[in-house]
């Protein structure tokens, strides 16, 4: 079953996204990130194991970025057949939601366009029986402000954020959000947040991975 989920992090890495996929010319024909997926759990293999397979393909291709061997486009591919892939994935992790146990607001930070690992905390914590209002990418700090207001029975706002350069707006966004709601609870996450620079921001929590989303909404429920 290894080649399976190693030809899965191929495709990613590679931005195949289905076997009738031009992209990329050598492997046309083969099969994509979409039927592999679905064979890999008709094979009963995890959910949990196909979402790593795939971290570790956007890893792959996002080293290749950063040593100038790939440049925007591949990234937007390896994108579309993570998509593929989170298609399949949403049911299982989604499957929890019955009665809500409270309300989470995310959203990706002013000037940041990086919506994958928002859109994974965000059907996570829905599997785990949270109602999530999701703002989306480029999310000034109105927006949400806006959101607490039309919705201040929420446990907690979560920011999420890709870019170094956009750390500094989700600075901003804890500052406005801390000013104007001093109450409201915040968590954190995305590649280049730390523990350190969270605590710094004046964020109540940082979140390494979905999970710990889950865990810090638990944490504080009431
Ligand atoms: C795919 C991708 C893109 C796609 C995004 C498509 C999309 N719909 O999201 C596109 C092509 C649009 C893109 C554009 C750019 N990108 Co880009 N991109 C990536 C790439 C390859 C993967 C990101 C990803 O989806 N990872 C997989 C997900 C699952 O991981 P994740 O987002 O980190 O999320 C996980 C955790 O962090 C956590 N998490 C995330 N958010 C939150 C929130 C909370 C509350 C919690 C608790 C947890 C949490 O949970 C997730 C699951 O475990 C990364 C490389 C990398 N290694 O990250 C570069 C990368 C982030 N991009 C980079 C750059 C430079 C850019 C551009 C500036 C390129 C350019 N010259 O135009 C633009 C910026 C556009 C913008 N304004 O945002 C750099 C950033 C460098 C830096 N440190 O600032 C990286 C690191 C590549 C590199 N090695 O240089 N990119």
Same mark, same amino acid.
Request: hydrophobic share 40%.
């Given at each position: 079953? /290894?080649?399976?989920?190693?030809?899965?992090?191929?495709?990613?890495?590679?931005?195949?996204?289905?076997?009738?996929?031009?992209?990329?010319? /050598?492997?046309?024909?083969?099969?994509?990130? &979409?039927?592999?997926?679905?064979?890999?759990?008709?094979?009963?293999?995890?959910?949990?194991?196909?979402?790593?397979?795939?971290?570790?393909?956007?890893?792959? %291709?996002? &080293?290749?970025?950063?040593?100038?061997?790939?440049?925007?486009?591949?990234?937007?591919?390896?994108?579309?057949?993570?998509?593929?892939?989170?298609?399949?994935?949403?049911?299982?992790?989604?499957?929890?939601?019955?009665?809500?146990?409270?309300?989470?607001?995310?959203?990706? %930070?002013?000037?940041?366009?990086?919506?994958?690992?928002?859109?994974?905390?965000?059907?996570?914590?829905?599997?785990?029986?949270?109602?999530?209002? /999701?703002?989306?990418?480029?999310?000034?700090?109105?927006?949400?402000? &806006?959101?607490?207001?039309?919705?201040?029975?929420?446990?907690? %706002?979560?920011?999420?954020?890709?870019?170094?350069?956009?750390?500094?707006?989700?600075?901003?966004?804890?500052?406005?959000?801390?000013?104007?709601?001093?109450?409201?609870?915040?968590?954190?996450?995305?590649?280049? %947040?730390?523990?350190?620079?969270?605590?710094?921001?004046?964020? &109540?929590?940082?979140?390494?991975?979905?999970?710990?989303?889950?865990?810090?909404?638990?944490?504080?429920?009431?």
């Amino acid at each position: 079953m /290894d080649t399976l989920i190693e030809k899965l992090t191929y495709c990613i890495e590679r931005g195949k996204v289905n076997k009738d996929a031009p992209y990329p010319p /050598d492997l046309r024909g083969q099969e994509g990130s &979409d039927e592999l997926a679905a064979l890999a759990l008709e094979n009963h293999i995890s959910p949990d194991d196909i979402l790593e397979a795939c971290i570790e393909g956007m890893q792959r %291709v996002g &080293d290749k970025f950063g040593r100038n061997e790939v440049f925007v486009p591949e990234l937007l591919m390896a994108s579309k057949a993570m998509y593929a892939v989170m298609k399949h994935l949403k049911p299982y992790f989604e499957s929890g939601a019955i009665k809500t146990k409270g309300k989470f607001i995310i959203g990706t %930070v002013a000037g940041d366009l990086h919506d994958i690992g928002k859109n994974l905390v965000s059907m996570v914590v829905k599997g785990n029986g949270w109602e999530v209002i /999701d703002l989306g990418i480029d999310a000034k700090p109105q927006k949400f402000i &806006d959101a607490i207001k039309n919705h201040p029975d929420c446990t907690a %706002v979560g920011l999420s954020a890709l870019l170094t350069t956009t750390m500094i707006n989700m600075a901003k966004t804890v500052e406005e959000i801390k000013r104007t709601f001093p109450n409201t609870k915040v968590i954190v996450g995305g590649a280049p %947040v730390t523990r350190d620079a969270a605590m710094k921001m004046g964020a &109540d929590a940082y979140g390494k991975n979905p999970q710990e989303a889950v865990e810090f909404l638990s944490s504080i429920a009431r």
